[in-house]
């Protein structure tokens, strides 16, 4: 996790996280941590919660009778703990995501899986309207424990410049 503590007045001190525009620099790779073990009650709950109705998230007996032979992990959750992990390293300060793309999800995800998740910056820019803030894109990579990939995708977000952060504004 990316954070520092500011002086915001003589002696006292406040946490803060993210990354500023300025700090990204394009090839870099961030690995997230902590990684999340996925358990049946996350993706059960997952599941019923986006009335995602499909019996191979939570029907062991049909999942048993699938090629992956017993329930697979709503690829939804996935990619939602991802996206989560990557927050620290990649859109504490962003104003904004601006776009994902190519979701690509490459292995099934199982109960009791450990995941972990990697962004490497593939590009940044100053924004034309908006001289305070730029626009970078990551490139994000869920892996299991074993290093096996199961997800990429592109993702494109709005960040301040130094110095033009809500919490540096609003004094957060």
């Given at each position: 996790m990316v954070g520092i503590a500011r002086e915001i007045a003589p002696s006292r001190f406040r946490e803060s996280h993210g990354?500023?525009?300025e700090d990204f620099t394009v090839g870099d790779v961030y690995e997230h941590?902590?990684?999340?073990?996925?358990s049946e009650?996350?993706?059960t709950w997952f599941t019923l919660l986006t009335m995602n109705g499909h019996p191979l998230h939570f029907d062991a007996v049909y999942a048993a009778k699938s090629e992956f032979g017993r329930p697979v992990v709503n690829s939804c959750l996935t990619l939602s703990m991802v996206a989560g992990m990557s927050v620290a390293d990649v859109s504490q300060k962003a104003i904004g995501n601006l776009g994902w793309t190519d979701i690509k999800l490459v292995a099934p995800v199982f109960v009791g899986d450990t995941i972990y998740a990697e962004s490497r910056v593939l590009s940044k820019r100053e924004s034309a309207k908006r001289p305070t803030q730029g626009i970078v894109m990551v490139e994000t990579t869920g892996r299991k424990a074993d290093g096996t990939v199961?997800?990429?995708y592109q993702r494109t977000v709005l960040v301040p410049k130094r110095g033009h952060a809500v919490d540096e504004i609003a004094g957060y």
């Amino acid at each position: 996790m990316v954070g520092i503590a500011r002086e915001i007045a003589p002696s006292r001190f406040r946490e803060s996280h993210g990354r500023y525009f300025e700090d990204f620099t394009v090839g870099d790779v961030y690995e997230h941590r902590p990684g999340r073990t996925i358990s049946e009650t996350d993706n059960t709950w997952f599941t019923l919660l986006t009335m995602n109705g499909h019996p191979l998230h939570f029907d062991a007996v049909y999942a048993a009778k699938s090629e992956f032979g017993r329930p697979v992990v709503n690829s939804c959750l996935t990619l939602s703990m991802v996206a989560g992990m990557s927050v620290a390293d990649v859109s504490q300060k962003a104003i904004g995501n601006l776009g994902w793309t190519d979701i690509k999800l490459v292995a099934p995800v199982f109960v009791g899986d450990t995941i972990y998740a990697e962004s490497r910056v593939l590009s940044k820019r100053e924004s034309a309207k908006r001289p305070t803030q730029g626009i970078v894109m990551v490139e994000t990579t869920g892996r299991k424990a074993d290093g096996t990939v199961f997800m990429t995708y592109q993702r494109t977000v709005l960040v301040p410049k130094r110095g033009h952060a809500v919490d540096e504004i609003a004094g957060y």
